[in-house]
């Protein structure tokens, strides 16, 4: 049974930083496209980033270019999504999404493509407030 599982969510201010992880059990994340999503309250879900196991393919969604970074550690099994410069518009919750029929595109990787998604862990808050 596959389970994905968000962590490192909570308050921070403006200008801060904050280090998500997703972590799978029940299949390799090497071998698939883990994307983050984010949906804030009375909003759509919206996609974040979105990268390709096997050969590190990312893609960021503008509002957060050069600010956010997507990696991942294969011996860890785990993607991260480095968030610099956190400014309150990205108050949400933060989803992690895999699977082995998508792409690091910008079609997949935003609130058009979440259909197109099968393993989604719970989601993890992050809070930017003063």
């Known amino acids: 049974q596959v389970q994905v599982v968000e962590s490192g969510g909570g308050l921070v201010q403006p200008g801060g930083s904050l280090r998500l992880s997703c972590t799978a059990s029940g299949l390799v994340l090497d071998d698939y496209v883990v994307g983050w999503f984010r949906q804030a309250p009375g909003k759509k879900r919206e996609g974040v980033s979105c990268i390709r196991g096997k050969d590190g393919t990312s893609v960021d969604a503008e509002s957060v270019k050069g600010r956010f970074i997507i990696f991942k550690n294969n011996t860890r099994n785990t993607v991260y999504l480095q968030m610099n410069n956190l400014k309150p518009e990205d108050t949400a919750l933060y989803y992690c999404?895999?699977?082995?029929?998508?792409?690091?595109?910008?079609?997949?990787?935003?609130?058009?493509?979440?259909?197109?998604?099968?393993?989604w862990g719970q989601g993890t808050p992050v809070t930017v407030s003063s």
């Open positions: 999404a895999t699977d082995n029929r998508v792409a690091p595109s910008p079609f997949y990787c935003s609130g058009y493509g979440t259909s197109h998604w099968t393993y």
